[in-house]
């Protein structure tokens, strides 16, 4: 299976930056790239990245998208919308999401729906807390969160991409080991597995402090099919390296 290297911007970027890396990003790839490339970025940047990365190797997505089709939900942005703009992917259930906007498995289940309804595959990011992984409750925590999708979307469990995301390895330079996210890789294979014929088409992401001296390492673990980068993505030559180190 290729692996899949997505970028998650955040809240970062302005037109003239986004310009830059991404020049910067579809230039260092023109030579070839075995690896699928995604940026995931501000919904108000998706008409500037279309523009900028169409007839490239590099795909786009959004952050978030709304669980709700369409109607008064003011400031939501929905699935067909994100099509529009010629998204590829949209991330759910980050755990910023879940974290400051109270984003419940329920909600990161429907969301997960509307991004399939619309022909986007969600991003669907489980991942523990440091007190959770201490309580010895990681294995519960990443299990739920991804029954819940699970449960939701049914038969098109096998058309998401899964990202484990610790919460304590998130943005804080403390990577999970390549041993304690293979394993928590393999659970969340498992129970794909044992919801899907098709698990094997499911790519499994590691996110958490991934960057240019540590994901060789990573990604070289069996069940790890790829990486949701967050700072190191905002830095073409870095990116550049962690889609090297998948190829
Ligand atoms: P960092 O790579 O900055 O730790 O962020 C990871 C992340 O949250 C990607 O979604």
Request: proline share 3%; glycine share 10%.
């Amino acid at each position: 299976m290729r692996k899949l290297i997505a970028g998650n911007w955040k809240m970062h970027g302005s037109l003239a930056d986004n310009e830059a890396l991404l020049r910067a990003l579809c230039g260092g790839l023109a030579a070839g790239v075995h690896a699928d490339v995604a940026v995931c970025v501000p919904a108000p940047y998706l008409a500037q990245v279309q523009a900028l990365c169409t007839g490239s190797p590099v795909t786009w997505g959004a952050q978030d998208v709304s669980a709700h089709e369409a109607g008064p939900y003011t400031g939501e942005v929905s699935a067909s919308m994100l099509r529009d703009f010629g998204c590829r992917w949209a991330i759910v259930g980050h755990s910023e999401r879940r974290q400051y906007h109270g984003e419940t498995d329920e909600i990161v289940a429907r969301k997960a729906q509307q991004a399939l309804a619309c022909g986007i595959t969600p991003i669907v990011c489980v991942g523990e807390t440091e007190a959770e992984r201490a309580q010895g409750d990681t294995e519960i925590v990443v299990k739920r969160q991804l029954a819940a999708v699970i449960h939701v979307v049914r038969h098109c469990i096998s058309e998401i991409v899964v990202a484990y995301e610790p919460v304590w390895a998130i943005g804080t330079g403390r990577t999970a080991t390549p041993e304690q996210a293979q394993a928590v890789h393999a659970v969340l294979r498992a129970q794909l597995r044992a919801a899907s014929a098709s698990e094997r088409r499911v790519r499994i992401l590691y996110g958490g402090s991934m960057n240019a001296g540590n994901a060789a390492a990573l990604l070289a673990q069996p069940d790890i099919d790829g990486g949701l980068i967050g700072s190191a993505s905002l830095r073409a030559h870095e990116f550049l390296q962690i889609i090297a180190a998948a190829s």
